[in-house]
């Protein structure tokens, strides 16, 4: 039986209203729009950030295409769509919209695609995908009132979301590529959602027409100091496409005609329901062959791993910018989904307007080029449910293709982790450095702390995953005066060098910092929490006062040693730089399960001294669990996280969270430290 594909009732009579449908008949003015670009794009690697924009006027025929091809290959499916109808009210903001998305058009789509992926011969409709809030990132508001929501995509179901009568018509192989499919690549594709507003049509109408001034108006831009480049992780582009024509032709200036292209098997499954058995793994020869083909396609300046030694003269005079005008709105919004798209590893990048108009976009790796597929009416778009499925079946089959390269490279390549050979030749050079000037690591952190002390520029690279600062940013320490240029003396680094985790103050970061003393670059480890929104600074602001509070009142043993506070100049985050500690009690728990922590008599009595200090100073913590209080490997303890501190409390205060203190360390089940 052909699988019915309903348009939406155009018949008011035949819709029916649902509960979250704007209320009342008062006409609310749209949210502004804001631009949503981040402190971490500035900082994507050569090798990852956006170069080029190109129209793409047959990407619609493309995906309509892999919908017919597919779709034709199993009419024996007897599966038919039912004919009820859910129709919102005009969204009056994007969470609006994404919830009249969800309801909607995606309900349809992730079905049908679904069904037509998995070859299901049931009447019931399985739902393999689903397109949903996939995570909150730390610099997205998500309220009801907002012109701008980008966490909602489309992921792949766990085999433990799927129903029994799934599974039962997979074979093992299927299975597991499945679930390998769902952890691998958790978000599929991601959707910039906006509210309907005349300032956001335009923006959605321009997409296609930004040129590459609009793209590097948006790179950091200190001047006298490039940082040194390594080559971050690259991902392939898929071989094929669900439409059919080789991915190598889409950096070529003339893209193949689109010929309609119906019945035709599909490749990523067979006919009983299974996807197809994985082709003969490459030869080690030729995967070798691949990666220096790739190598030849970087940039030059990627192919370099190492520097030479850092000496007094090779710390030039640095001129830090001003803070510029945002100059296009669309390109911001771009570089921001391109961005979310590098660091998820997606392909598909879908603008959506209201109810009233969407784009499609393509990223293409190799050429590091989007392709923007025609600006889509929604009211009058022919066929718009056939689009979508297109679109769901042309993602999974993208992110399939993808799964199985990755594969097919992991087990070509020997297993392993190693240390790539700048890092372990820092390690080294750390180790001898130390060594050299006669220091011992503790020494050093305080010999490095006097002289940071006097140095009011911190320039900040990311080094990690696809970051890897063309540019270092200026951050200017919080109170001091700037400058337009800093000596080579004024100024210190800082290289981010991974993620640890994020809370009320921003992101946490793995990072050392660099100064340069007496012809000698001296390395520290330390940690780097970074702010974004005016809650995140504010509250940093309110941490960093409390270290000041505690250092004025002799405070020093057991709480972190802090190296200041810092202003981005050319957007509004703020960095706190803190040395490292050790890990917290609830990382070095041995049993994961547990809600309970313990310690021996000689670390709890060193916390408790640290805490009655800390109370002697008028200081009471107000935020006291397990993640926030530390142990090194020497035993050295340490509290941190003063984000939720107050200061003057009463006696009776802080006599209840020196007791609570204890009863957490002996094993008492935690709770909130603010009773």
């Given at each position: 039986m052909d699988i019915d594909v309903c348009e939406p009732p155009h018949s008011p009579a035949a819709a029916v209203r649902h509960p979250s449908s704007n209320r009342g008949t008062k006409r609310l003015c749209p949210p502004t729009l804001i631009p949503p670009l981040t402190f971490y794009d500035r900082h994507l690697a050569e090798n990852h950030r956006l170069k080029k924009v190109e129209p793409f006027p047959q990407l619609l025929a493309c995906i309509h295409q892999a919908e017919a091809r597919i779709r034709g290959s199993c009419r024996h499916a007897d599966a038919t769509l039912s004919r009820s109808e859910v129709r919102l009210g005009k969204p009056h903001d994007a969470y609006a919209a994404a919830m009249a998305y969800q309801a909607t058009e995606a309900q349809h789509a992730m079905r049908l695609a679904s069904s037509l992926l998995l070859r299901s011969k049931s009447p019931a409709w399985f739902v393999s995908i689903s397109w949903e809030q996939l995570n909150r990132s730390q610099w997205s508001i998500i309220e009801r009132n907002t012109a701008f929501i980008e966490d909602f995509g489309l992921r792949m179901k766990d085999l433990m979301e799927l129903e029994n009568r799934m599974l039962d018509k997979m074979d093992e192989e299927s299975r597991a590529i499945l679930h390998g499919m769902k952890h691998r690549l958790p978000a599929l594709a991601f959707w910039e959602i906006f509210c309907m507003s005349s300032e956001t049509e335009a923006v959605l109408k321009g997409l296609h027409v930004l040129s590459s001034d609009h793209l590097d108006h948006y790179k950091c831009r200190t001047k006298g100091c490039i940082s040194a480049p390594t080559v971050p992780p690259f991902h392939l582009d898929a071989t094929t496409t669900a439409w059919e024509f080789p991915i190598s032709s889409m950096s070529s200036a003339v893209v193949p005609k689109i010929k309609p292209c119906d019945n035709v098997k599909s490749d990523l499954f067979a006919s009983n329901g299974t996807f197809k058995r994985l082709p003969e793994l490459r030869s080690q020869q030729h995967l070798r062959q691949s990666m220096s083909d790739l190598d030849q396609r970087l940039p030059p300046a990627l192919n370099i791993v190492t520097s030479p030694s850092l000496t007094l003269n090779s710390w030039p005079n640095i001129i830090?910018?001003?803070?510029?005008?945002?100059?296009?709105?669309?390109?911001?919004?771009?570089?921001?989904?391109?961005?979310?798209?590098?660091?998820?590893?997606?392909?598909?990048?879908?603008?959506?307007?209201?109810?009233?108009?969407?784009?499609?976009?393509?990223?293409?790796?190799?050429?590091?080029?989007?392709?923007?597929?025609?600006?889509?009416?929604?009211?009058?778009?022919?066929?718009?449910?056939?689009?979508?499925?297109?679109?769901?079946?042309?993602?999974?089959?993208?992110?399939?293709?993808?799964?199985?390269?990755?594969?097919?490279?992991?087990?070509?390549?020997?297993?392993?982790?190693?240390?790539?050979?700048?890092?372990?030749?820092?390690?080294?050079?750390?180790?001898?450095?130390?060594?050299?000037?006669?220091?011992?690591?503790?020494?050093?952190?305080?010999?490095?702390?006097?002289?940071?002390?006097?140095?009011?520029?911190?320039?900040?690279?990311?080094?990690?995953?696809?970051?890897?600062?063309?540019?270092?940013?200026?951050?200017?320490?919080?109170?001091?005066?700037?400058?337009?240029?800093?000596?080579?003396?004024?100024?210190?680094?800082?290289?981010?060098?991974?993620?640890?985790?994020?809370?009320?103050?921003?992101?946490?970061?793995?990072?050392?910092?660099?100064?340069?003393?007496?012809?000698?670059?001296?390395?520290?480890?330390?940690?780097?929490?970074?702010?974004?929104?005016?809650?995140?600074?504010?509250?940093?602001?309110?941490?960093?006062?409390?270290?000041?509070?505690?250092?004025?009142?002799?405070?020093?043993?057991?709480?972190?040693?802090?190296?200041?506070?810092?202003?981005?100049?050319?957007?509004?985050?703020?960095?706190?730089?803190?040395?490292?500690?050790?890990?917290?009690?609830?990382?070095?728990?041995?049993?994961?399960?547990?809600?309970?922590?313990?310690?021996?008599?000689?670390?709890?009595?060193?916390?408790?001294?640290?805490?009655?200090?800390?109370?002697?100073?008028?200081?009471?913590?107000?935020?006291?669990?397990?993640?926030?209080?530390?142990?090194?490997?020497?035993?050295?303890?340490?509290?941190?996280?003063f984000d939720q501190a107050t200061i003057n409390t009463s006696t009776a205060a802080k006599k209840r969270e020196a007791n609570l203190l204890r009863d957490l360390l002996e094993g008492g089940i935690l709770y909130d430290s603010r009773r």
């Open positions: 830090i910018p001003r803070r510029a005008a945002v100059k296009s709105m669309g390109s911001a919004f771009l570089l921001r989904a391109w961005a979310r798209a590098v660091e998820h590893d997606t392909t598909f990048i879908i603008f959506r307007c209201g109810d009233n108009f969407e784009r499609i976009a393509f990223r293409h790796r190799a050429s590091q080029t989007l392709y923007i597929s025609d600006l889509i009416n929604l009211s009058s778009y022919p066929s718009y449910r056939h689009l979508q499925t297109g679109l769901y079946l042309s993602i999974v089959h993208d992110a399939f293709e993808r799964f199985i390269q990755r594969k097919r490279s992991e087990e070509s390549v020997s297993q392993g982790t190693r240390n790539s050979p700048g890092e372990s030749s820092r390690r080294r050079y750390n180790t001898r450095l130390a060594a050299s000037i006669g220091m011992k690591e503790a020494q050093l952190s305080k010999c490095i702390k006097n002289h940071a002390d006097d140095r009011s520029l911190a320039l900040l690279e990311m080094h990690y995953d696809v970051y890897n600062s063309p540019v270092p940013a200026s951050f200017v320490r919080a109170g001091t005066k700037r400058k337009r240029s800093y000596g080579a003396d004024e100024y210190f680094k800082l290289i981010l060098t991974s993620e640890i985790g994020s809370g009320a103050t921003g992101v946490v970061h793995d990072a050392h910092l660099e100064v340069q003393v007496g012809g000698h670059t001296l390395r520290i480890g330390v940690v780097v929490k970074l702010a974004f929104t005016p809650e995140e600074v504010e509250s940093m602001r309110h941490e960093f006062s409390v270290y000041e509070h505690l250092a004025l009142r002799g405070v020093q043993e057991g709480i972190p040693l802090v190296f200041g506070l810092f202003e981005d100049v050319e957007t509004n985050a703020m960095a706190l730089v803190m040395n490292h500690v050790g890990r917290s009690l609830w990382d070095l728990r041995t049993d994961l399960d547990a809600i309970q922590v313990k310690v021996s008599s000689s670390v709890r009595d060193a916390y408790l001294m640290i805490l009655s200090n800390i109370h002697k100073a008028g200081v009471r913590h107000c935020d006291l669990r397990p993640e926030n209080l530390m142990l090194a490997d020497d035993e050295t303890v340490t509290i941190i996280d």
